[in-house]
């Protein structure tokens, strides 16, 4: 079951930056140092959502049109590779 956990923080100055902890709130979402985010900012609703990246690096030798290529091959054949699946 997912939950949104509403947190009050505020926003504070590091260095010349303003900035805000939510060491907790990061946690919950499977964060830790190092690890690249994803920012939406809607400055019309004043939203900003954070997302863990899923963007990986493509080993070397491999094209990011190959790997658009396989997608589509794969997209189109799913319920074939499926049923291969179980054979």
């Avoid at 900035?19 to 690249?36: C, R």
């Avoid at 900012?41 to 396989?70: Q, R």
Wanted: aromatic share 4%; charged share 30%.
């Amino acid at each position: 079951m997912n939950r949104m956990v509403e947190m009050e923080r505020k926003v504070t100055k590091f260095g010349n930056s303003l900035g805000i902890t939510m060491t907790d709130a990061l946690k919950q979402i499977g964060l830790d140092q190092g690890d690249i985010v994803s920012i939406d900012v809607n400055p019309e609703s004043g939203e900003i959502i954070i997302k863990k990246s899923t963007k990986v690096s493509l080993p070397e030798g491999i094209s990011a049109d190959f790997m658009d290529t396989l997608t589509n091959v794969i997209e189109e054949y799913d319920q074939t590779l499926r049923g291969l699946k179980d054979r």
